[in-house]
């Protein structure tokens, strides 16, 4: 069993930044990413990282996120600059297990970016 703990989500003027923190209660994480989900929309993966630290990012973030992870403290880590409206909604934060084909999430951490 994995638990993931989010931390770091607000309230930001356009053009600001935040940062959201991970923490993982396992270990042996293949995969981390963030996902978000903004009201009446599905959710969508926003940034993934490998172990090996490969990063994966949707379009619309290109650029302006930054994925990070510390292998040794299972933690990950979204910087978010620039962020506008279309930003905010509930980030979760995601963790595969090696060999698992199942997904862990966190409670979900709100961003709001104001105009």
């Known amino acids: 069993q994995v638990q993931l703990v989010e931390s770091g989500g607000g309230l930001v003027q356009a053009g600001g930044s935040l940062r959201l923190s991970c923490a993982a209660s396992?270990?042996?994480?293949?995969?981390m990413g963030w996902y978000r989900q903004a009201p009446g929309k599905q959710r969508e993966l926003v940034a993934t990282?490998?172990?090996?630290?490969?990063?994966r990012y949707v379009d619309s973030v290109k650029g302006r996120f930054t994925i990070s992870r510390d292998n040794a403290k299972n933690t990950a880590s979204l910087q978010m600059n620039s962020l506008n409206p279309e930003d905010t909604g509930v980030y979760y934060c995601?963790?595969?297990?090696?060999?698992?084909?199942?997904?862990?999430w966190g409670q979900g951490t709100q961003v709001t970016v104001s105009s």
């Open positions: 995601n963790a595969v297990r090696w060999g698992s084909p199942m997904n862990y």
């Open positions: 990282i490998t172990a090996a630290g490969y990063t």
């Open positions: 396992g270990s042996g994480l293949s995969v």
